[in-house]
């Protein structure tokens, strides 16, 4: 009982793997997909058509932060978040609950919804399901998420199962409140901590309201990389097949490759901008950091096997120098790599699944990426 | 009595204004032109190809940054300038002079050269005309300038004749230190302070030496532009007509329109790039400060008479926002706005020399610019 609001074709399958393709109003999505971060109507210092050239097809935004900074009717009166911040593409945006969760003392929660007090200014805000849809709307997101409260971990059963069912609860107020159109749509986030039953639970209710796609929520948030695949093992079995799966904020390329193994076809993470702006860069042999003196006469490219345009461009040294110097161009240099890097990765699943070879595909890559960086450089002299 | 390091041809002229052609071993460039500033390697927040993009054929690039860090010895190992920063064009270096007079207690001055600590770590180091060249040489510049002491305003005329004096001395050392090659040059650099004089005889000693350009320094120094204006007056006609004339560190967009008038034909300004990491931007009207609340519901380009990706992408709505969320796409296109602006500008002189017609083209933009801003917006709602 899904909605057609937004279209999602299965393409291929390679055991639980799957690729697929998304259609919004605002272009396809080719799945496994990874979302990068544009928190408050910008991926941190990179151009649209930096972000799209590296095949990015869907963004994610930020309700939270755009609520409070310019104003969710401001963007609806500037013709919405596309043409405001100038990315044709797709936009999935989260419900706000997220980020207010984390306010931690700034916030209280009751059954109709929360209050907390804004970062910026202290001033007081409410959001409730049907205010989180409605932002989403003025947004004009392609993807609107339901309101829902990201358990914490650890958390006790009993908490996790309150957790759970006042999200429950809220996921159908959303539906309700929700503006069905073509090209829209709405997700359900599955929540309940670690526990296999409140998760299975979670998923039923969820598939028994009906969404345009489920999200896993409530994962990354400080347990154990082995703790979160079990998870996905328990959760992804219950999640209708021929709607699109979404694993909130994971995660390091390792993570994107056993979830994709596991059948998640989407993913956002702050990890390839943030490492960006600090100086660390993803390669096919795991992370570097480009702060580190031994890259300063290193001409090489951050990695060889990259074929972005910083990779083909610069070298370790100038990327060190730009860091060292504190210059805008290092993290934009880095930030634009990154996000090559997980587009490419995405690009090398989404194919391993249409040959049938996922396997042996995400075998070699987590070997080489556990490898750690390339033997030192001779020195350029 | 000019070395042919550097080819320059004079395709038209317009009263005292030119219109020529620079050729360096990495491209031509087309004059009047305006030179970005890439102080340490980059021109702050931009792509190399960005830049390209705006019509920039030339940067300039910081002796003193670059040698302080990461040195000129690593740049040379690595290739270059050119090739460590990924910037194909033609490149002219400063001699670090400026910087280093700037340096104030810092520096101590002798015959010989200078000596001074390095702001960053306050380890010592020295230049002299041998040095500075050296440097220049290791960097790849195309466009090398002579070491000299920049004369400070306001400077009485006995401090401004002694300081004269040593930069002729220092040039001509520059000049036998100077290795030369098609396609590379040096320029020599006129001081004198606001002495008309001391001015014509700096201009003459330069002129008997011989180098491929000739530069007016010691201006935009914090005398007022009608004094600069005079000193361009008595100090232009003294130059070779058939040698490129460099106006150092100006400036300001109806700067560039009077200097051109008076025949200079390259410049280089931080003002550009500046003014676009703190908020304020070039229009045909005018500066406009981007932070300002009346920009924030504007849906309009920043200036709708400008073709620039910026203008054809963005509204003022959306530069404010980034501004006022602290995010680096902020700077990034307003940079980018403001370095096509400028070139715009210089195109614009380029073609009305060609035309005959600069007087008019002049007097049409200093108009409009002394307007002000567009007339507030009626809002979006």
Redesign the interface.
């Known amino acids: 009982m899904s909605p057609a609001g937004l279209g999602f074709e299965l393409l291929a399958r390679d055991g639980a793997a799957r690729r697929g393709r998304l259609t919004t109003a605002h272009g396809t999505v080719e799945t496994p997909a990874f979302m990068p971060v544009g928190t408050?109507?910008?991926v941190?210092?990179?151009?649209?058509e930096q972000v799209a050239a590296t095949g990015a097809e869907i963004l994610l935004g930020n309700t939270y932060h755009l609520m409070l900074?310019?104003g969710a009717e401001?963007i609806g009166?500037?013709?919405g978040l596309h043409r405001?911040?100038?990315w044709p593409r797709a936009i999935l945006t989260d419900s706000g609950g997220f980020q207010v969760m984390s306010l931690a003392r700034l916030r209280r929660l009751d059954e109709d919804g929360v209050t907390f007090k804004s970062h910026i200014d202290g001033t007081p805000h409410r959001l409730t399901p049907e205010r989180a849809v409605e932002i989403q709307d003025l947004l004009d997101s392609n993807v609107t998420m339901v309101l829902d409260e990201c358990t914490p971990f650890p958390a006790p059963r009993e908490q996790a199962e309150t957790s759970m069912q006042l999200s429950m609860r809220w996921a159908e107020r959303c539906r309700r409140a929700f503006r069905e159109r073509p090209g829209y749509g709405l997700f359900g986030i599955v929540q309940g901590g670690v526990y296999p039953e409140l998760r299975r639970e979670s998923a039923a209710r969820l598939t028994g309201i009906g969404f345009d796609g489920y999200a896993v929520g409530g994962l990354a948030v400080g347990e154990p990389p082995e703790t979160m695949l079990a998870v996905l093992d328990e959760t992804v079995p219950a999640l209708p097949q021929e709607r699109p799966r979404y694993l909130m904020g994971v995660g390091r390329p390792q993570d994107l490759v056993e979830s994709v193994r596991r059948g998640i076809d989407m993913f956002d993470c702050v990890l390839p901008t943030r490492s960006g702006r600090t100086g660390r860069g993803y390669t096919h042999r795991g992370e570097v950091n480009l702060k580190n003196a031994r890259h300063?006469?290193d001409?090489r490219p951050l990695d060889p096997e990259c074929g972005c345009p910083v990779c083909s461009?610069?070298?370790r040294?100038?990327l060190h120098?730009?860091f060292?110097?504190g210059?805008?161009?290092g993290?934009?240099?880095l930030t634009l790599h990154n996000l090559s890097f997980y587009q490419a990765l995405m690009a090398r699943l989404r194919q391993a699944i249409e040959a049938g070879s996922l396997e042996a595909v995400a075998a070699g890559f987590l070997e080489d990426y556990a490898r750690g960086d390339l033997p030192e450089s001779p020195g350029?002299?």
């Open positions: 408050v109507a910008t941190k210092g990179m151009l649209p900074r310019p401001r009166r500037l013709g405001f911040m100038n300063r006469d001409p461009g610069y070298g040294a100038y120098h730009l060292r110097a210059e805008m161009l993290p934009i240099l350029a002299a």
